[in-house]
Each structure stands twice: as structure tokens, then as C-alpha cells.
């Protein structure tokens, strides 16, 4: 019996259904990351991490090399780890970060409904006398079984999490390594230009590393390409990977030429 209403209570709080694969975001946009040749596909278990603060463990990925795949966003009861490995694997990350927040607790009863069977039993005995004055006597006992059945109430307090879970590959060497950001309003009038790239985040041990690219430097041309929108560094990193190249940046209202070695395409 206990057995019985410990199932049914768990998939009371758990569901059947996989909420990180149900609630689960793709930002590749369906594309088919076995066919990336930039990725390195996991040949290990999945690893999780819980996450502290979500900016600063984004740009840690970032800079170490790391590509998001997708989230998970919900709320729900308990943890469930091999759910998570579950859809981890489904969209090949390597690595998985974890963010809880207590949002509250749901208390209550849950209706289950048992079978309830009944056994009765009843003694017989007496005597049986014949028409030529013989007796006798006689014993015996019958059973009686009822099919039917309870409701029994299970209390419940369920405590409840917002969950999200962010889905992270493992890059190849990239071509440049600068994650940049068009200028903001703010900056154009500051420097006097709608012209450049407002560098970010820069990856690790990657050519704009090497080369002392900062967070805060602002690409304004590499080679004889003018960088103006985020296209333009798609284009000028396709144009010179593997070639040594200038790079024209501003920082802090300077202008400064860099020579960076560019990786080859991966």
C-alpha cells in the first residue's frame, strides 16, 4: 500500500513529461550541430553546474571558449537529474548550468483511490435427524468475499522552483574571438561616429587575445574592411583568416592599430 502511494505521489509531483526538453529554446534555430565544423562534439557524460550569476558565468563561457545552444525555463518541484542528462545529450551539450530560485510551496491533498476488499467468514453447525430416527451432525464454515473500493487523501507540500538551465558546446579555435555589440546612442555621440563595433567579451587564448583586444575597444577597420555593423566582422574575419592583418580600434578615444595573426577557418 505504501509502495502504491508513493508512485502515484511522485508522478503527482513530477509529471511524465521531460520539462527541460518541453520547455527547452533552441537558439541554433534547428540547425543540426553534428554538421558544424566550428564545434567540438562531447564524447563524454554531460557536466552540470549551478550557477550563481547568470552575466558573469555567460561571459566565463564565452571567454573560455563555449557556445550556447539553448535554455530551459520552468517551474517545477525537485531536481530532476536525469531528465536534465536526458536532454543534455538530446541537444549535445558538454557542459549544462543550473539556476534555482525558491518561489513557493503547494500544499494540499491528492485523491487516490484504492481497492478495498473485503473477506468474511461464517461458522456452520447443527443436526440432521432421518425419518427412521437416525441423527447426525454437521459442521462447516463459508467465506464470503467483497469487491469494492476507498478513497484515501495523501497531504502533500510540494516546494516550488523557477528553473533555468542554459546548454553550452565546446568551440574550436575561432578565426578572431571578439564577441561585439553594435554602439549604443550614448557611444556614437561620445566618439562622434556611427561607424565601429563595440568589442564585448574576448575569448581566450584566441587571436584578439593575443593581440590585447579588451572589452571596451572599439573595431572600427580590419584590413580595408570598414566595420560598421556586425556583418562587416563576418565578413572581414572570412576575408583574412589565416593572413596577419591590421586592425583599426578606438580605445578610450584613441585610435590604435593592432597586427593580428587570424586563425584558419576551423
Same mark, same amino acid.
Given at each position: 500500500m505504501k509502495n502504491i502511494i508513493f508512485i502515484v505521489f511522485m508522478l503527482f509531483v513530477f509529471g511524465c513529461a521531460n520539462p527541460f526538453t518541453k520547455y527547452y529554446v533552441d537558439l541554433t +534555430? %534547428?540547425?543540426d550541430v553534428t554538421n558544424i565544423? @566550428?564545434?567540438?562534439?562531447p564524447t563524454d557524460e554531460p557536466k552540470i553546474f549551478n550557477g *550563481?550569476? $547568470?552575466e558573469k558565468d555567460l561571459q566565463t563561457m564565452l571567454e573560455n571558449g563555449f557556445a550556447p545552444l539553448g535554455y530551459s525555463y520552468f517551474n517545477a518541484a525537485n531536481f530532476n537529474k536525469k @531528465?536534465? =542528462?536526458?536532454?543534455? +545529450? +538530446?541537444?549535445?551539450a558538454c557542459i549544462v548550468v543550473v539556476y534555482s530560485k525558491y518561489t513557493h510551496t503547494e500544499s494540499g491533498a491528492y485523491p487516490l483511490l484504492l481497492p478495498d476488499i473485503k473477506t468474511s467468514t461464517t461458522s456452520l453447525s447443527g443436526s440432521i435427524f432421518g425419518s427412521g430416527g437416525g441423527f447426525g451432525n454437521f459442521f462447516g464454515t463459508s467465506r464470503t468475499t467483497t469487491y469494492d473500493t476507498q478513497t484515501i487523501y495523501v497531504p502533500y507540500n510540494i516546494r516550488k522552483f523557477d528553473y533555468l538551465t542554459t546548454y553550452w558546446i565546446k568551440k574550436k579555435p575561432p578565426v578572431f574571438g571578439?564577441? *561585439?555589440? #553594435?554602439?549604443? *546612442?550614448?557611444i556614437r555621440q561620445k566618439i562622434g561616429s556611427n561607424k565601429g563595433l563595440l568589442v564585448m567579451i574576448v575569448q581566450k587564448d584566441s587571436p584578439a587575445f593575443n593581440g590585447d583586444i579588451v572589452s571596451g575597444d572599439i573595431l572600427k577597420k580590419? %584590413? =580595408?574592411? #570598414? $566595420?560598421?555593423y556586425n556583418n562587416s566582422l563576418e565578413i572581414a574575419t572570412e576575408k583574412y583568416a589565416g593572413k596577419k592583418v591590421n586592425i583599426l580600434l578606438l580605445r578610450d578615444g584613441k585610435e590604435i592599430i593592432k597586427e593580428i595573426q587570424f586563425n584558419q577557418k576551423p
Amino acid at each position: 500500500m505504501k509502495n502504491i502511494i508513493f508512485i502515484v505521489f511522485m508522478l503527482f509531483v513530477f509529471g511524465c513529461a521531460n520539462p527541460f526538453t518541453k520547455y527547452y529554446v533552441d537558439l541554433t +534555430k %534547428g540547425i543540426d550541430v553534428t554538421n558544424i565544423p @566550428s564545434v567540438i562534439l562531447p564524447t563524454d557524460e554531460p557536466k552540470i553546474f549551478n550557477g *550563481t550569476n $547568470i552575466e558573469k558565468d555567460l561571459q566565463t563561457m564565452l571567454e573560455n571558449g563555449f557556445a550556447p545552444l539553448g535554455y530551459s525555463y520552468f517551474n517545477a518541484a525537485n531536481f530532476n537529474k536525469k @531528465s536534465l =542528462d536526458e536532454q543534455a +545529450k +538530446k541537444v549535445h551539450a558538454c557542459i549544462v548550468v543550473v539556476y534555482s530560485k525558491y518561489t513557493h510551496t503547494e500544499s494540499g491533498a491528492y485523491p487516490l483511490l484504492l481497492p478495498d476488499i473485503k473477506t468474511s467468514t461464517t461458522s456452520l453447525s447443527g443436526s440432521i435427524f432421518g425419518s427412521g430416527g437416525g441423527f447426525g451432525n454437521f459442521f462447516g464454515t463459508s467465506r464470503t468475499t467483497t469487491y469494492d473500493t476507498q478513497t484515501i487523501y495523501v497531504p502533500y507540500n510540494i516546494r516550488k522552483f523557477d528553473y533555468l538551465t542554459t546548454y553550452w558546446i565546446k568551440k574550436k579555435p575561432p578565426v578572431f574571438g571578439a564577441y *561585439t555589440l #553594435e554602439l549604443t *546612442t550614448a557611444i556614437r555621440q561620445k566618439i562622434g561616429s556611427n561607424k565601429g563595433l563595440l568589442v564585448m567579451i574576448v575569448q581566450k587564448d584566441s587571436p584578439a587575445f593575443n593581440g590585447d583586444i579588451v572589452s571596451g575597444d572599439i573595431l572600427k577597420k580590419i %584590413g =580595408d574592411v #570598414e $566595420i560598421n555593423y556586425n556583418n562587416s566582422l563576418e565578413i572581414a574575419t572570412e576575408k583574412y583568416a589565416g593572413k596577419k592583418v591590421n586592425i583599426l580600434l578606438l580605445r578610450d578615444g584613441k585610435e590604435i592599430i593592432k597586427e593580428i595573426q587570424f586563425n584558419q577557418k576551423p
